[in-house]
C-alpha cells in the first residue's frame, strides 16, 4: 500500500533515531548531522505539506536514504558511510525547503 | 503619464508583479515600503526608484509621494496580523492612509489615488439577494474590514482623485498551505479573484480618470462564483491532500458574490476565469512532483 509523505517522514525520523544510536563514537560529526535532521524533522512532522501529493516523492527520497544508512550502520560499512550520510543530508534539505510553504492570506 | 506612480508596500508579491508591468508599458515606478522589507531586483534598476519608510510618518510619505502621477495604496496590515491590535492596525490602515491622502493634497495635488480597500466592508451578506452592489451598506465583522471602512472614509473625506477598489479574496496559483479556518462557511457563496486580474484592476486604475470618484468591486466573474465547499474541495483536490482536513469557519464570513458589472466595463481586468486557475494549479503540482 502506498505511503502518505507524512508516514514515510515518521519512518524516516525513527530510522535516523536508530542510527545515531551510538554513532558519536565512531564520528561526532555524523552524529550532529543526524540530530539535526531528526529535530528538523520532528518540528515539521504533521504540517500541511506531508499530506499533500507533492510531499510523496522528496520524502520517499528521505526515507530510502536512511534505510540505506540505517543498513550500513548495521552491517559496519563505515567506508560507505559518509557518501551515505550526505545524500541524505541533500535529501532531507529538499524535504525541508519544500515543507516550509507560505500560508494563504484571505483578505 | 510619465510622472511615476508609487506604490505603497510595493516590494510585497502584488507590488512586485505591478512594477514589472509599469516598466513593460514604459511606465517608471516609485516603491515604497519598511526599511526592512526584501528590496532585492528592485534597488538600483532602470525605471524604479526606491524610497524606504514607515507609512505611519508623515515625513517619510511627503518624500514618497512628491513628483508622482498616480498612488496605488496596497501598504496595509492584513488577516490575521490585523487583527491581533486594532491600535496597530488603524495607525497604519487608517492614519497611514490619512498620511497618504494629506501628502498628495500638499506636493502632488493632480494624482489619482487608488485605495485598495476589501469586501469585508460589507459584512455578512449571507441571507440577503446576490450580487452584492457597491451601494450595499458597510458592517465590519472584524478589525481589518472596520479599519477598511475608515479607511475609506479618510480618502472620501480628503477630496483628493481617488478611486476605492473593494477587492475580493485573492486566490493565488502558488503551493500555498490552507488557511485554518477558511474565512467562511462551506455552504456559504465565495467569489475569489485571481492575483494576476486584482494586478490588471490596479494597472488599470492608475491614469483611469474614468474612474475618478467612483466605488468598485474587484471580483473574479461569473466563472468564480462558488461555493466554499467547491472552491476548497477543488483546492485539496489540487495539492492532493485529504479534504477532511479542511476546516471552515463555524459562523458565517463576510464572502458573497459580487456585481462587478461596472468595474469590468471600465477597468477590463477579469482575464483568467476559474477554469484558467484550476488548469494552474493542477499544473503547478505536477511539476512539483516531477522536480
Known sequence: MPQSGQEMLDESIQNCKKIVEGLGQQDESWETSLVEIVEKFEELSDTFFFKTMPSVPVTRSAMRNSVELLELKESGNWDSFSPALASLIESAQVVIEKAGMKGTTLT | ?291
Open chain 2, 1 to 291: 503619464m510619465t510622472d511615476p506612480v508609487l506604490i505603497t508596500g510595493g516590494a510585497g508579491s502584488v507590488g512586485r508583479q505591478l512594477t514589472g508591468m509599469f516598466l513593460e508599458i514604459g511606465r517608471p515606478v516609485r516603491i515604497f515600503d519598511l526599511p526592512f522589507m526584501d528590496f532585492d531586483g528592485l534597488e538600483g534598476q532602470d525605471g524604479i526608484e526606491v524610497v524606504k519608510g514607515d507609512i505611519t510618518d508623515s515625513e517619510s510619505v511627503i518624500d514618497a509621494v512628491k513628483g508622482v502621477g498616480s498612488v496605488l495604496h496596497l501598504a496595509a496590515l492584513l488577516p490575521p496580523n490585523s487583527e491581533k491590535d486594532k491600535q496597530k492596525t488603524f495607525a497604519v490602515n487608517v492614519d497611514g492612509t490619512k498620511n497618504i491622502v494629506d501628502a498628495v493634497t500638499q506636493v502632488a495635488p493632480d494624482a489619482i489615488v487608488v485605495f485598495t480597500s476589501s469586501i469585508s466592508t460589507y459584512g455578512d451578506t449571507s441571507g440577503e439577494d446576490t450580487p452584492v452592489g457597491v451601494g450595499h451598506s458597510q458592517s465590519a465583522i472584524d478589525i481589518y474590514a472596520d479599519s477598511k471602512i475608515h479607511g475609506e472614509k479618510v480618502v472620501k473625506e480628503s477630496g483628493v482623485k481617488s478611486i476605492i477598489l473593494r477587492i475580493g479574496s485573492i486566490a493565488v496559483p502558488a503551493f500555498l498551505a490552507p488557511p485554518e479556518p477558511w474565512p467562511f462557511t462551506a455552504s456559504q457563496r465565495v467569489e475569489m479573484v485571481h492575483r494576476d486580474d486584482v494586478a490588471d484592476a490596479l494597472l488599470a486604475s492608475a491614469d483611469s480618470d474614468e474612474s475618478v470618484g467612483k466605488v468598485f468591486n474587484i471580483a473574479g466573474g461569473k466563472s468564480w462564483r462558488l461555493t466554499g465547499k467547491d472552491y476548497v474541495e477543488d483546492f485539496f483536490t489540487f495539492m492532493g491532500a485529504p479534504v477532511d482536513l479542511a476546516v471552515y469557519r463555524e459562523s458565517t464570513g463576510w464572502n458573497d458574490w459580487y456585481d462587478t458589472e461596472e468595474s469590468q466595463r471600465i477597468l477590463g481586468y477579469q482575464n483568467r476565469s476559474y477554469q484558467h486557475y484550476s488548469d494552474e494549479m493542477r499544473a503547478i503540482v505536477e511539476e512539483m512532483m516531477s522536480g
